[in-house]
């Protein structure tokens, strides 16, 4: 090996230790076994010992669900089968490498869009961002989807490189561009925005490549892409209708299952007010299972002492039987209607604008030990300031990415454009659909992250004709 290759062999490997070390410290530290964690790694041992896909245990043994997609259910069974039923901390040190293979796939996209110096910067922001570094920490979807998402596009870009068209059948690329998709969309619902954006992107470049005409025989392997990237959906169908007699091809909206009560009145009355997390976790998956407080309401919720006085009455009769029925739910239904006509634009638009913004650029501290009122500096003091200090890392991200990007579409990105397309179309329209959500989560927006990251690393390029100008300079002299 010459001194150049090892030389790029330690700077890689150098942020991949980094990176490796900040994750076991968070599975250490941080590490959580709870809530959602726990529904899917029912359903995955009831799977394994009973051949029943749900979490909840009746008399009869385990009930059946559809409120979860069977992507990460499936990886957990194979982890319990290979490592044991309670071996948690090793699932999570097997999502940390899984993490830094993403890292890993960020950096060769920006490779191969930017160079090597820009890809190298991409190693070092994706290995170590916090924010997505600490779910490898928790039994949840968010380490395996954002690998999905870096591996669609490499894969996508890999296959435009080698040209797309299939000479005489379609290369190993658009297949692993396609497995990568099915299995996205597999661990979450709203990951069918992935191949939505993709697919229309594999056209356009089958357009390009073809001088601009289509035809069946070019179109063909990326129909059958896209069907592909369905068909692992047809057995989840098969066994909810089977189940259930429900046409359920994916997750429902409200994580329930069929026959239960979904509170639409509750909800429709917590978008007239919600914008934080705090409110998501002290009001709304409380809702029908614990108490409720009006002290944790904000302001905002109110817009007389009339409705404070009929907030709190409702609160109050909820909190003697914890159980919200549907004529309970009609009352908030009743008080929300007079909120949303007391102003439109609050509940259709400055609100959900609001709670976007909020999942963007709030600090994340959800997964660490700090309270949900971050920003009281008497109580919290050093954990405000970290909290502050991880607001700007996170719009430090964001702003890199902005600029990058900027600065890449005025240098041209012409041979990229389906595919920058392509991530711009994602990112758009994921943030459009979580301005239909009620609740407020941070983590929804982490899929954004390995676009950012390569954005981001166009400012890190070198420039080649400057890289020429110097070359041809030196050779004058």
Known sequence: MNKGKLKTVLWTALPLVAGLALRLWYVMHAGRVEGDSLIYASIAKNWLKAGVYGFSVGPNGPVPTLIRLPGYPIFLAVCFRLLGFSHYTAIMV????????TCLLISALARRFFGQRAALAALWLAALCPFTAIYAAALLTETLTLFSIALTFYCLERWRSAGAIPNPTPNRWLFATTVAMAYSVLLRPEQGLLPATVVPA??????????RRLSLATLSPVVLAACCVVLPLAPWAARNWHTFRVIQPLAPRNATDPGEVVPVGFQHWYRTWAIDFASTEQVYWNYDSTDLRVGDLPTRAFDSD????????????YNQKDNA???????????????????????YVFLPAARLANMLFRPRPEMMQIGLDWWNWHEYRGKTLL??????LNLAYFALAAIGLWRWRRRG?????PIVCAMLAFTVLRCALLLTLDNSEPRYTLELFPLLI???SYLF??????????????VTK
Not at 461 to 470: A, I, L, M
């Open 94 to 101: 097997l999502q940390s490498l899984i993490d830094l293979c």
């Open 202 to 211: 594999m056209i356009w470049i089958v357009w390009q490549r073809s001088g």
């Open 306 to 317: 009339e409705q404070y006085a009929e907030t709190a009455a409702l609160f109050s009769e």
């Open 325 to 347: 029925t549907r004529a309970f739910d009609q009352r908030f239904e009743a008080l929300a209607q007079q909120r949303i006509h007391a102003s439109l634009l609050r509940y």
């Open 387 to 392: 909290s502050y200090a991880s607001a700007a």
């Open 413 to 417: 990105w012409t041979p990229h454009a």
């Open 454 to 456: 390569v954005w981001a």
């Open 461 to 474: 390029r070198v420039d080649q004709r400057e890289t020429q100008g110097e070359a041809g300079i030196q």
